[in-house]
């Protein structure tokens, strides 16, 4: 995790060159030096400039108290007011990206992408699950961003041509009747909220991620809310029908759970709230993720590091030994990995976890392309869930309107009279008409019965429509019922189903 305070580096550049050492060197260090000299004006201006989006202009001399240096005279004293400089340009950083984290937030983002232009950079935020154009800034500055975040992330600034992954922890801190923050932990990066309430501290994870690029180091930071994490399972956006079916599978001792789902369609939350609802004292609940996103006291998590061997087929063949009665892993994407979950499933453990795929059924042809027999398949599984995250209908604006009757069509929809609604567009929605989400859910839950059609080999078709005729419902028909009370808008159902 990164740290606030982080101290500058001594250059290494000696401060006099070596006479003694042959003409041509010389001339090197002198050229080094110069840069140096250079970098130390144009980072004194950054302090100024960062966060006004300025142009700098690199200047040919440099100015100091009583005199004009040229670069080619070095000037010891110079190296002390470089290292003041190089603290004050990545604090002035840290400034700037602890605003932008402060407005993510207020605007309830789930990501800030920083994306780097030929001449400039555009930072934007992805609100119910849509990106949004925030702001535009100079180029120049981008590289003391890119640092700074580095820094905080616990990544090497050096390396600019590789991927790298990273995590800090934003704290808002509490608020005083007088409305000032208190700083908490200089091991956090503290922003001040703002109507939060006195004595409340908003604890989030944000999970780093640097890409190369053609024109720089794209930067996405993924904001992960602690509270919002442990959502219970009725505020999911399950229906009363699939939540008695959840409660009742999640009674059993053993067996597994899989939710699927396309990234970024909420998988990791409903997990946890499965999580949540399984949690007791006399129960050791274990995970294994890659990365961790929540941080939870009431888990014992361990994170995934394949770099140095610690794999999920390494840590599933270890992980029994650890006596857990409830295993979280973060997801299934290898035969190795699957074969583990099945086998912890079959000595008595409940396993939770994660797998790629479009739908509930789909997730069964998943599983038996990894190699997992049928025989196994019936005797392991006792649920699956396909869902969704769509945006709901902003309910400051919402009027009437005509929908297509393509659309309509697409959901079984065609002889519905309405009437529909959408946003029109307001402050509270900044004028997209969609303010939250909510899930569309498919929940299979395995009888007697379905298991049976499974060891029997029966084809996937029909055990789709066995669980059809006995109340699974579909991702259409969820959206469906969604689009007939107003919840959600039939274009916004169809962009994800």
């Known amino acids: 995790m990164g740290r606030y305070n982080i101290p500058a580096k001594r250059s290494s550049v000696p401060d006099e060159p070596d006479m003694q050492t042959p003409p041509e060197h010389r001339r090197v260090q002198s050229d080094i030096k110069k840069k140096q000299k250079t970098a130390c004006q144009i ?66 983002s789930s990501d800030i992408h920083f994306e780097p232009k030929t001449d400039h950079y555009r930072i934007r935020f992805r609100v119910d699950g849509v990106l949004h154009d925030y702001v535009d800034r100079p180029g120049d500055e981008y590289s003391s961003i890119v640092n700074a975040v580095k820094v905080l992330s616990d990544m090497d600034i050096a390396e600019k041509v590789l991927p790298q992954d990273g995590h800090l922890e934003l704290v808002l801190q509490e608020v005083d009747r007088k409305g000032v923050a208190v700083e908490k932990d200089a091991s956090h990066i503290p922003v001040s909220s703002e109507n939060k309430g006195p004595n409340k501290d908003h604890y989030y994870d944000i999970r780093v991620s640097v890409f190369p690029s053609v024109n720089g180091e794209v930067i996405v930071m993924r904001i992960l809310n602690r509270e919002s994490a442990l959502l219970s399972i009725e505020d999911l956006g399950m229906d009363d029908k699939q939540l008695a079916r959840l409660r009742e599978v999640l009674l059993t001792s053993y067996g597994m759970i899989l939710i699927t789902g396309p990234t970024g369609s909420g998988k990791t939350t409903s997990l946890y709230s499965v999580m949540s609802e399984l949690k007791s004292d006399e129960k050791n609940i274990m995970t294994l993720e890659d990365p961790i996103e929540f941080h939870l006291e009431w888990l014992r998590q361990s994170e995934i590091c394949e770099p140095r061997g610690f794999t999920y087929e390494e840590a599933m063949s270890s992980v029994l030994r650890q006596d857990p009665d409830v295993l979280m892993v973060g997801e299934i994407r290898d035969p190795k ?99 939250g989400r909510t899930g569309l859910f498919s929940l299979m839950a395995f009888d007697d019965d379905l298991r049976a059609l499974i060891y029997d080999q029966r084809p996937l078709a029909e055990i789709q429509n066995y669980a059809i005729e006995h109340g699974m419902k579909t991702l259409k028909m969820d959206a469906a019922e969604k689009i007939l009370a107003n919840e959600i808008t039939v274009e916004e159902a169809a962009r994800v189903v």
């Not at 080619?72 to 002035?92: F, I, N, R, Y």
């Not at 900044?430 to 303010?435: D, I, L």
């Open 337 to 435: 990995t699957a074969e583990y979950a099945v086998r912890s499933a079959l000595i008595g453990r409940i396993v939770g976890s994660t797998i790629h795929a479009n739908t509930t059924i789909g997730t069964i042809a998943r599983l038996l392309e990894l190699g997992i027999p049928r025989s196994l398949l019936a005797h392991t599984l006792n649920a699956v869930i396909a869902q969704r995250l769509v945006r709901r209908v902003c309910q400051n604006c919402m009027g009437e309107y005509e929908p297509s009757k393509l659309h309509l069509a697409h959901f079984g929809l065609e002889d519905a009279t309405g009437p529909f609604y959408r946003g029109c567009g307001c402050d509270q929605c900044e004028g997209t008409g969609f303010k």
């Open 43 to 108: 980072a004194a201006e950054e302090k100024h400039a960062a966060l006004t989006g300025k142009h700098i202009d690199q200047p040919d001399t440099i100015e100091t108290e009583n005199a004009i240096i040229t670069p080619d005279e070095p000037k010891p004293e110079l190296t002390q007011q470089a290292e003041q400089v190089s603290e004050e340009g990545h604090h002035d950083a840290v400034l700037f990206i602890r605003g932008v984290l402060n407005e993510a937030i207020s605007r309830g």
